[in-house]
């Protein structure tokens, strides 16, 4: 797989040229394409971040300097550069030929086509003009031919819709209108056939595990985020098959990670009903002997079938190598601790994680706080629930006297904490800090 597997292109040909030049004649002399049988299309940058063909410059826009064109190119990132996609059309002795003319019903689409048999190959095969009002199954014969299947070869259809941060790509019904399936000029149909067995990555989708640690909480809380624990599109992610045993997933994950596998144990995520994303519950030992793209059934994660967020939780001993979990029991709770410092740039950061027994009570592991916080043992602290910043930044104090069952905290519970006398500050508190910063759009 190249770095170029999504979109259309990377690498290709540049020309410098004054603002008030001709473009075609140094085309026609450069790659030996006549004027009257060149086509362009200007690219767009989409709302999903991808980057696309989106129309063939009109009559009048032919009829301008390069330099105009830039106003009516979408890519916006650099005024000085100019995108353009050169359609070729090729007749029967393979020389140029004037481009077919466009009606409003035709759409021009790319193809690639996977093979998971060939070395799990994805590859550009070419670019047809279809009717927006026809169907796939209408060329199914004609993408067999350029795939060099058998005319009657069953294929599966996909878009690849964007990649970014997370990979879309949905099977097209072969039997709807391209319109209806919302196709358009520039969009991108990746097919394959439907045969395939015993293959890492049987279809085009694949499957996804996002894999976020107590690293990725260390960085991205206060820097990237404030809210939750995680932002899953900025964490490493793994692309397995859905059939791959759970195990052998492991395995991937120690050579990357260095974690041996029995020191490994994973939480799965749950969406709460404040629109909160948190840690619910570890993989139990069945779900642990399935293969991944089973977990996603269990997953509460709704809004993406092909994707599977985990959090891999590892112990460290002593030497800060893993070590094995402890027993979890029903009286364990996982929590997970924010540190405000008000008197540090106001600052909120995450410190670590816990397991209590929610039948204990916070007073019970003050000192704990204050050395993860690098506070004096007897540091007065006071402590909050982060309970939902949607709409409103909900955080409140938590009596470190009664029990956390009493406080109705469980696991993927996040508790914020600081110090309690600071004066002349203007968040003094972690409520007003979240506050805050949610109303200046973080």
Known sequence: MTASSFDLTDVLCKFLLLVDLNLSV???????????????????????????????????????????????????????????????????????????????????????????????????????????????????TRLNEMAGYDPDEEIALYEEIKFEPNVMCEPIDKNVTF??????????????????????????????????????????????????????????????????????????????????????????????????????????????????????????????????????????GLDLRPVAPPEKTEDDILLFFKLYDPEEEEELRYVGRLFVKSSGKPSEILTRLNEMAGYDPDEEIALYEEIKFEPNVMCEPIDKNVTFRISQLGDGDIVCFQKVSVDDIDYPDVPSFLKYVLSVGF
């Open 26 to 140: 140094q085309v026609a002399k450069e790659f030996g394409v006549p004027v009257p049988f060149q086509r362009y299309w200007l690219w767009a940058r989409r709302k999903n971040h991808t980057y696309r063909l989106d129309q063939p410059l009109t009559h009048l826009e032919r009829a301008q300097p390069v330099g105009q064109l830039g106003s009516v190119s979408r890519k916006a990132h650099n005024a000085a550069e100019l995108n353009l996609f050169l359609e070729v059309e090729l007749g029967l002795d393979l020389r140029p030929v004037a481009p077919p003319e466009k009606t409003e019903d035709d759409i021009l689409l790319f193809f690639k086509l996977y093979d998971p048999e060939e070395e799990e190959e994805l590859r550009y095969v070419g670019r047809l003009f279809v009717k927006s009002s026809g169907k796939p199954s209408e060329i199914l």
């Open 179 to 316: 319109r209806i399936s919302q196709l358009g000029d520039g969009d991108i149909v990746c097919f394959q056939k439907v045969s395939v067995d015993d293959i890492d990555y049987p279809d085009v989708p694949s499957f996804l595990k996002y894999v976020a640690r107590d690293e990725d909480l260390f960085w991205q809380i206060g820097a990237n985020i404030y809210f939750d624990l995680v932002d899953h599109d900025r964490v490493r992610s793994f692309r397995v098959s859905r059939r791959t045993p759970f195990y052998l997933f492991k395995v991937q994950v120690a050579k990357e990670f260095g974690v041996p596998v029995p020191f490994q144990r994973y939480w799965l995520w749950a969406r709460r009903k404040n629109h909160t994303y948190r840690l619910d519950q570890p993989l139990t030992h069945l779900e642990r002997a399935q293969p991944v793209g089973q977990l996603g059934s269990v997953s509460r994660k709704a809004h993406n079938a092909a994707e599977l967020n985990l959090f891999l939780e590892v112990e460290l």
